[in-house]
């Protein structure tokens, strides 16, 4: 069976350090993967999506960024954090011919 | 730009009670996703509707694509504490390998 994983759960960082977050994915080969950041409890805002390695989609102009450097590996980062990258970061692949999306548990990310 | 809107944002009702929540966008979907969230968690999928019409049902939870594809509806009969948590549409609108989530439905039930 296919599993997802992400890490860390949680992350505390101050203004204008870096980021890295991985998502990693188990059981399936050449997947689409996808990097959602979501606010308060409401909906998913797409950042980055990926069909392939070193394939990457950029949804939002931001100070953020993404590589795949592997098949099953997705990967978020930034150079200098800003207060308005808080947020809770979901990935996601894709299984079906419809786009089902299934998530990882997700990073909850604090910037002070 | 393809948009998904969601209504209500909020419900909040007694364990028991019937409900509706639904989604609608000015375009066509190739197919529609439904999923539930609970805090500090990813969301997960509860159904795929594809044809126009469609009808499905997960236990006490049925789900309607409609006629035209442009909009769908959740509906829960007696509703219960468990039911609680962020109701989330998703669209796929075609050949552009990605989904367009609506931003949520907050539900709450109230035992």
């Known amino acids: 069976s296919q599993t997802i994983h992400q890490w860390p759960a949680t992350l505390v960082q101050p203004v204008g350090s870096p980021l890295s977050l991985e998502c990693t994915v188990e059981?399936?080969?050449?997947?689409?993967l996808y990097w959602y950041r979501q606010a308060a409890g409401r909906g998913l805002q797409l950042l980055f999506y990926?069909?392939?390695?070193?394939?990457i989609s950029s949804e939002v102009p931001q100070n953020l960024s993404a590589s795949r450097p592997q098949d099953r590996q997705f990967i978020l980062s930034s150079k200098k954090l800003l207060l308005s990258d808080s947020g809770f970061y979901l990935c996601a692949w894709t299984g079906g011919g419809f786009y089902e999306q299934y998530f990882g548990p997700g990073t909850r990310l604090t910037v002070t | 730009t393809q948009l998904l809107e969601q209504s209500p944002q909020f419900l909040s009702i007694q364990e028991g009670e019937n409900l509706t929540v639904y989604c609608n966008s000015s375009?066509?979907?190739?197919?529609l996703q439904w999923y539930r969230q609970e805090p500090g968690e990813g969301p997960v999928l509860l159904v795929t509707?594809?044809?126009?019409?469609e009808v499905k049902k997960l236990k006490r939870l049925t789900f309607q694509f409609g006629d035209a594809r442009k909009d769908s509806s959740l509906h829960i009969t007696a509703a219960q504490p468990g039911d609680t948590g962020l109701y989330l549409c998703?669209?796929?609108?075609?050949?552009?390998?990605?989904?367009?989530f609506g931003q949520g439905t907050r539900l709450t039930i109230n035992p």
């Open positions: 990926s069909v392939g390695i070193g394939q």
């Open positions: 375009s066509v979907f190739s197919s």
């Open positions: 509707v594809v044809t126009g019409g």
């Open positions: 998703a669209g796929d609108f075609g050949g552009a390998q990605k989904l367009v």
């Open positions: 059981g399936t080969s050449n997947p689409n």
